[in-house]
């Protein structure tokens, strides 16, 4: 919470009901949320967004833990709410615009060095086309700025399996940018990536 007011007091407020501490805590966290969501190719980013708060606010009450904890906490309700939308939207297909499967970039070990590099914009032009589980390890690590610990705990993976998930959607990455193809090869590479991405294994 970047907000002149401390995380403590801006939490307890909203604990208690204060609609003020409400009004921080979704202006300092929905645009990720949202852009976590969107990126991730949700139908309806925002209408999923405000489920999440939904649920960040019914659940706020019995909340514990320190600023970051909390990031983790509204992401592992956004994770769930995208792949409840999965579900619902295979159940019913639907036509989409196609606006090329948006997505995102790196993280961890040696990795973080790329991770740091990356910018939204670059991640999601870059990641086009990854596993979703992969795609989900690298937005929640690039775009939530979570550890590897927070989105195993998001995601409900081991450590280990974040890591190796991490690792394979690197490797890709840096297969793309080592091999363009038509679909990347447009894609600006941001400088330090190269570098940073070859001790990748």
Do not use: N
Not at 165 to 175: A, C, F, I
């Amino acid at each position: 919470m970047r907000t002149g007011v401390a995380f403590d007091d801006v939490l307890t407020a909203a604990q208690a009901g204060a609609a003020w501490a409400f009004e921080v805590l979704y202006r300092d966290l929905s645009p990720v949320v949202t852009g976590y969501l969107r990126l991730h190719g949700a139908a309806e980013p925002d209408d999923l967004a405000s489920e999440t708060f939904l649920g960040v606010f019914t659940g706020l009450a019995g909340f514990s833990g320190d600023e970051d904890a909390l990031r983790s906490w509204v992401f592992t309700i956004a994770h769930r709410r995208l792949i409840d939308d999965w579900r619902r939207r295979s159940r019913r297909p639907q036509v989409t615009d196609d606006a090329g499967d948006l997505t995102l970039l790196p993280g961890g070990d040696a990795e973080d060095d790329a991770l740091i590099r990356v910018g939204t914009e670059d991640v999601h032009r870059m990641c086009a086309g990854l596993p979703d589980d992969q795609r989900s390890v690298l937005l929640l690590r690039v775009l939530a700025d979570l550890t590897v610990e927070q989105v195993a705990g998001v995601m409900g993976k081991s450590v280990g399996s974040v890591k190796a998930l991490q690792r394979r959607g690197l490797r890709t990455l840096r297969d793309r940018l080592e091999k363009p193809s038509e679909k990347t090869s447009g894609v600006r590479v941001p400088l330090g990536i190269r570098p940073a991405m070859t001790g990748v294994r």
